[in-house]
């Protein structure tokens, strides 16, 4: 059975600093997503990567993906107040369909 | 282009009732996820539907079933309503399988 896991789970952290969260799959996946969710609301996709080695940056969040090691890692640059949200990392559960397997998400808080 | 839309956004039940929810995908898209989210569980997979075929179903008890239309619209029914199905229920709608997925607003359902 597929897991997902991501670490940390709570993240405080100051503007300005950096930080990475990180996404271990257990089984071999050809997708990897990460979205975003404020409190309350949906989920927003960020980033969607596609094979090893994959490399996307939007802002100051970047994501890579290392299919060997089952992880994906979710890098902040100089975090602001507005990044703060639940992040989650999803796996392709099922070749070619849309199941999506979660990671329990890291709630980031980030405080002046 | 209007994204996807879930109805009711918000709905209050009793136990032992049952639920209907309905979610428009993304014009264009034939695939439809539902996902079940609580703050115990997290994000869970509970269905797919792609061109009113079910493709994939999570481990949820028989009470849960969905259905989707020739017009990609879907319907996800709760029966037996327990207190534990209080969560938000999102859907999400793609081109095809593997494909982005979007995420609706979501309905969030108390069952008292």
């Known amino acids: 059975e597929l897991k997902v896991e991501q670490n940390p789970l709570f993240l405080s952290m100051q503007e300005g600093k950096n930080y990475t969260i990180y996404c271990n799959y257990s089984?071999?996946?050809?997708?990897l997503y990460w979205y975003r969710q404020d409190p309350g609301k949906s989920l927003e996709s960020l980033f969607v990567?596609?094979?090893?080695?994959a490399v996307k940056q939007e802002g100051r969040l970047m994501a890579s993906l290392d299919t060997k090691a089952r992880l994906s890692t979710l890098h902040i640059t100089a975090a602001v107040h507005d990044l703060s949200a639940t992040y989650f990392c999803a796996v392709d559960g099922s070749y070619n369909t849309d199941k999506l397997i979660f990671g329990t998400g890291t709630r980031l808080q980030v405080f002046p | 282009k209007a994204g996807v839309t879930q109805t009711p956004r918000y709905l209050i039940k009793t136990r032992g009732q049952q639920v209907t929810l309905s979610c428009s995908p993304i014009s264009g898209h034939r695939s439809v996820s539902w996902y079940q989210q609580t703050p115990g569980q997290g994000l869970q997979f509970l269905f797919e539907y792609f061109s009113e075929t079910q493709r994939n179903k999570g481990n949820f008890p028989g009470r849960f079933s969905g259905r989707q239309f020739s017009n990609s619209r879907s319907e996800m029914n709760v029966s037996t309503l327990e207190l534990g199905d209080s969560a938000l229920y999102l859907c999400?709608?793609?081109?095809?399988?593997?494909?982005?997925?979007?995420f609706g607003p979501g309905t969030r359902l108390t069952v008292t």
């Open positions: 990567l596609l094979s090893n080695g």
């Open positions: 089984t071999t996946s050809d997708r």
């Open positions: 999400a709608s793609g081109r095809h399988g593997g494909d982005e997925q979007y």
